[in-house]
């Protein structure tokens, strides 16, 4: 009877890799396994099968000589697959585990954690950029044993449990399942003594002075990562990267909105109404600011290129300038007595007219509200 095709039995095509391969046959073998089919003699046939295929398949030697030659290369005896069928079922369920859960390789020492830092900035700090020393708490790796916990290096031996390979295995009838070494807890070494500073932790607890660039343009929320200046890793390993975050006090003229900034400008009665020239702050010094005539509280006037240019990129944002008209205090009689000269010019206190458009229009509402009232 003619044998099927190795690649068909596994289900893959004559190009597929050794990941495909393997992943194929532990799908299938997991499935036909007697063990989970018992007393169906199909199924182990089937199983017999797909071992079978996967053994040639797997061996780059074999699985050249059976492209060339199909399976009389195997017949003739020049090569030998083992079709025993007897495959251990706890080695598959060993394979798929370790696959997931890294069952088989010795425990990597863990990389360090990383760490934040709120750094601080003025506005004009954070508009033109600075370098800041900082000092932080951090986990660093023991200069006496060099982060490995050890006394000296004849301190550190093989594990006797996992000889060396920081998982041991344990069997139940027809299952193998691989465990974490509880010896070495996946190191596959053991510290007889440990070393006095750091107590065998590897890391101890101290204070590092960093300088810190930080770059024209950065906002609220805006982080810098500094590589591998975080926490120590465990027994020698790899340090985390320490992440500075940006936080800006608040600034008593300007606010900031992206690129733009923002300021009150406070202006007296007689100019908001007459208009003139004041000047008023940005970041690079005073400039002049032209107020037209019946200027009204709440008017913006923009400034372009006067704001701040973003880390992000882009042209350099605008300075608004929101107009405030302040009512005048602490009046002496004479400006008491001009004022009510106006007022009186304005038709008296609750006069309207041409001179308060606004205060018309309001009026005139508020009339026709009470007017569909009481109709």
Do not use: W
Not at 49 to 73: F, M, P, T
Not at 180 to 205: Q, W
């Amino acid at each position: 009877m003619a044998k099927s095709d190795y690649y068909e039995i596994l289900g893959v095509s004559k190009n597929a890799d050794e990941r495909e391969i393997k992943k194929s046959y532990k799908r299938l073998a997991i499935k036909f396994h007697p063990d989970r089919n018992p007393g169906n003699v199909t199924a182990e046939a089937k199983f017999k099968e797909i071992k079978e295929a996967y053994e040639v398949l797997s061996d780059a030697q074999k699985r050249a000589a059976y492209d060339q030659y199909g399976h009389s290369v195997f017949e003739q005896g020049g090569m030998s697959g083992n079709n025993t069928g007897e495959a251990d079922f706890g080695d598959i369920f060993g394979d798929v585990f370790g696959d997931i859960f890294g069952g088989g390789r010795r425990k990597r020492a863990s990389r360090g954690s990383d760490v934040r830092y709120d750094l601080t900035l003025s506005l004009e700090e954070a508009v033109r950029g600075i370098t800041k020393e900082i000092r932080i708490p951090i986990l660093a790796k023991c200069d006496v044993c060099r982060g490995t916990g050890a006394r000296s290096a004849a301190s550190i031996v093989t594990c006797s449990t996992c000889r060396g390979q920081g998982q041991i295995q344990i069997r139940q009838g027809f299952f193998s399942v691989q465990q974490t070494c509880p010896g070495c807890r996946g190191h596959g070494k053991i510290v007889k003594e440990v070393c006095n500073n750091c107590r065998g932790h590897g890391r101890v607890e101290k204070f590092k002075t960093l300088s810190v660039k930080i770059p024209s343009g950065v906002d609220v929320g805006d982080r810098i990562r500094l590589s591998g200046e975080g926490e120590a890793g465990e027994h020698g390993a790899a340090s985390g990267d320490l992440y500075v975050q940006v936080q800006i006090r608040k600034h008593p003229i300007f606010s900031r909105e992206e690129k733009n900034l923002y300021c009150e400008v406070p202006i007296n009665f007689a100019m908001a109404a007459l208009g003139g020239e004041i000047e008023v702050p940005t970041l690079d010094g005073r400039v002049k600011l032209k107020i037209p005539s019946e200027t009204q509280t709440g008017r913006l006037f923009r400034m372009r290129g006067k704001g701040v240019r973003s880390i992000k990129g882009g042209g350099q944002g605008d300075l608004l300038c929101r107009v405030v008209v302040e009512t005048p205090v602490r009046l002496n009689d004479r400006q008491k007595q001009l004022l009510r000269e106006l007022s009186d010019s304005f038709g008296g206190p609750n006069g309207i007219n041409q001179n308060s458009p606004r205060s018309k229009s309001f009026f005139d509402g508020v009339k026709k509200f009470f007017d569909d009232l009481t109709s």
